[in-house]
């Protein structure tokens, strides 16, 4: 069983709690569901990025790989990504 109270919280913005609550709604949640899980969900990708960005070996080890990665690439001569993005919009007007 998970502990459960009720809380009040101060100063939450209308609209974002018209659409919690249309989406819990949608989802045949409960707002106190909807919420619990609405702040996992933060809490979790906050503590990603904080460790994220305060590892910078990490973000070195991962630039490196990338840059191995891409060395292995071979190149396709003239190849141009803004004249493939345009060719695709162009196609699907």
Known sequence: MTDRET???KGVERQAYRKLKSRAAREGLTMGQAASEAFSGWSSEQLLIVHRIRDP?????????????????????????????REWRDRRR
């Open 57 to 85: 070996g990490k973000m070195r080890a991962a630039a490196e790989i990338m840059d191995l990665i891409r060395s292995k690439q071979k190149v396709q001569g003239e190849w141009s990504g803004e004249k493939v993005v």
């Open 7 to 9: 809380i009040v919280i």
